[in-house]
């Protein structure tokens, strides 16, 4: 699936914690973006296949992003990084009420496809205005977060922090990044989108 599972060039970055993070953030922003793409396609002459794979897409964003990475970046990552760098403390504040809001905007987006797929073409409109609202709010706040927060963990964080950090963020099991042994459920889920996707976004029928 090229516009999801991308391989990720190998770096010099020390920190196993900070490439799972920026892993994490290229699978996502390519999932977001293969989302985006189905939905500028449009359901054509198969519209079970279309709703069937955007309700995957979006169960998966509010599964392992929610659940998983972003508590991981609020409870550990961050309140470490306003300690040492109180600089930062409003890009953490804005960061934090993303995902604080995070959960009920992708609930709300579920919502809005089921509309579209029971109740027909005018509710269409409403869905695919606020998914591309989302996708543009999701990157950004992926691009906050790895040029401000990211480089200032680089220069303020201890060895010992770090040690906890990628110990705890090396238990995160995404499939779409390729590189880490996936959760079974999250590992079928993935393979769902895949299969299910039309060429060139997955490898399911055009």
Known sequence: MEAVRIVFQETAIKHTS????????????????????????????NPEQFFDVLRAMLFYIDEFPERLHHPKESNLLFPRVVRAAPSIMAAVQRLESDHMNGEKAVRELQHLLL???LLGEPRKPAFVTQCNDYVKF?????????TVILPEAEKVLTDAEWKELDAAFEKNCDPLTGKYLPDPAYDRLFTRIVMRAPAPIGLGDV
């Open 18 to 45: 900070l490439q799972i993070i920026r892993d994490e953030h290229s699978s996502l922003a390519a999932m977001l973006r293969s989302m985006r793409m189905m939905v500028e396609r449009g359901p054509n002459d």
């Open 115 to 117: 509309a579209w797929e």
């Open 138 to 146: 999701y990157l950004e706040h992926m691009r906050l977060e790895e």
